[in-house]
């Protein structure tokens, strides 16, 4: 029998294992992750979890009804591709097909290891961790403006807590919006009462004493008193320990997969946040952090698997990118890529509730950010994947629908 062995039990592993089952596969399916939680879903962790208004996010799976076999507290430690072995916390794993789905791991504040107080928001453990922390209204410093220091902002807002937000760069998200998109985002965190001091670094973080707060020290000589510091300033591929195994990593560490998400050797196939691959849609390189890369990637992994070998009969991965952020408020989502766009236009206006801005290339949509605009969001969308040339004046005009000319 042929043997399926996932690495990491998150959203991408687990629909891998859950799709290979859908589309027929019969074979052995083992998968591996290093957590010793039942796998679970991580949005909620940044709302739902976090306020204590839901238990947990566990996958509503049965993994024993579907045949697949969970390693749960296993760590994959390295792979042999020649040799089909893959070597874990818990000995070798042999495999005729390996899917790495270890996702992105937090970028760490240098200094900060160690220091009590100091938080990073991934798992359900550091849920669990600063659940209390918010429960206790302690005042909070969030160091990074990005979608997770903005989730955990808002969440820590509602529970009551004062919340500074340290920003490096001039405005929040400034690594992925253009300025004048994430202009308007800067008042949402006043609105929110949430202080928001961009153009600044942290040179380090103090602990507290008994009874008394830690404290968060600017570059400029601020001091912030912090009862905990949670640190949201990027991710990166979960791929250290793939080193010396011959599999070729991309600039970020992250697995460089094909078109259909085959890694450089063998039989070794890479999805969600731990893999990037070709758009010929785009035209470069996507490395996508969001959730619904991690649900559609491993339709086409598990394709590919059931066709093996040699199959050609997968179609390439080549989605409409699409996330969703829930801050201060207003839902936020995404779908697209705007590197290439050559023109912006705004529906709405951008200091009330809900507004989009759509990017062209060309007159056509290639992408589209819509707050409160959850119809824009679809129908925009479709139009992005379809291609359809558009009219900007009807484009610009909020009353109307998003359609084609
Ligand atoms: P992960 O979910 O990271 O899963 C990888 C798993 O592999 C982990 O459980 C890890 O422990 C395990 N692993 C790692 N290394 C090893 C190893 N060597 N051996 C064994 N196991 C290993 N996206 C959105 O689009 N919208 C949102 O609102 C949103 N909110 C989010 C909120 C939070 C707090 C976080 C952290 C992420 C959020 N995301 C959101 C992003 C989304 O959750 C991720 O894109 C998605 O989880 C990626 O899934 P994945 O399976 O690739 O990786």
Redesign the pocket.
């Known amino acids: 029998e042929r043997r399926v062995v996932v ?9 891998t294992a859950v799709a290979l089952r859908e589309q027929g596969f019969t074979g052995n399916v083992t998968l ?4 010793p ?1 039942q ?9 739902a979890v ?1 306020l204590g208004t839901a238990d947990g996010s566990a996958f509503d799976v049965d993994f024993d009804e579907l045949g697949i076999t969970l390693r749960l507290g ?4 390295g792979v042999d591709p020649g040799a089909h072995v893959l070597d ?2 818990g000995g070798p794993v042999p495999y005729d097909a390996l899917v790495l ?6 970028v760490r504040l240098p200094g900060s290891d160690g220091v009590p107080g100091v938080h990073l ?3 359900l453990d ?2 669990e961790r600063l659940r209390p922390v918010l429960a206790r209204q302690h005042d909070v410093v969030v160091v990074g403006a990005g ?2 220091g903005a ?2 902002a808002t969440a820590a807002r509602e529970a009551g807590c004062a919340v500074t937000v340290v920003e490096a760069a001039d405005r929040p998200l400034a690594d992925v919006l253009p300025a004048e998109v994430a202009a308007p985002m800067t008042a949402w965190y006043a609105d929110a009462g949430a202080e928001l001091r961009t153009r600044a670094r942290v040179r380090r973080v103090e602990p507290g004493g008994p009874g008394e707060p830690g404290r968060v020290v600017l570059d400029d000589g601020t001091r912030l008193p912090a009862g905990a510091v949670v640190v949201g300033i990027g ?1 990166r591929p ?4 793939l080193a010396g195994s011959g599999i070729a990593l991309g600039a970020h560490g992250e697995v460089l997969a094909d078109d259909r998400l085959r890694a450089s050797v063998p039989d070794v196939h890479a ?5 990037s691959f070709p758009s010929a849609r785009y035209g470069e390189r996507l490395l ?7 649900l559609q ?1 491993p339709r086409t992994v598990a394709a590919d698997i059931v066709d093996a070998p040699g199959g050609e009969t997968a179609a390439p991965y080549d989605p409409v990118p ?5 801050q201060f408020g207003r839902f936020v989502q995404y779908a697209g890529h705007h590197t290439a766009a050559d023109t912006t236009l705004w529906r709405g206006d951008p200091s009330s509730p809900a507004w989009t801005v759509c990017w062209l290339r060309e007159g056509r949509l290639v992408a589209l950010l819509a707050v409160g605009r959850p119809r824009d969001l679809a129908q925009g969308k479709r139009l992005i994947q379809a291609g359809t040339a558009m009219d900007p004046a009807l484009l610009a005009d909020p009353a109307r629908p998003l359609k084609a000319a």
């Open positions: 690495v990491g039990a998150g959203m991408a592993g687990v629909q591996i992750g290093a957590e939680h796998p679970y879903d991580r949005p909620p962790l940044s709302k976090l296993c760590e994959a430690l874990t916390s789905a270890t996702g992105a791991e937090p928001l991934r798992t550091d849920a979608w997770i989730e955990f991710a979960a791929t250290g320990w999805v969600g946040d731990c893999a996508v952090h969001h959730w619904d890369n991690a990637g699409y996330f969703w952020s829930e």
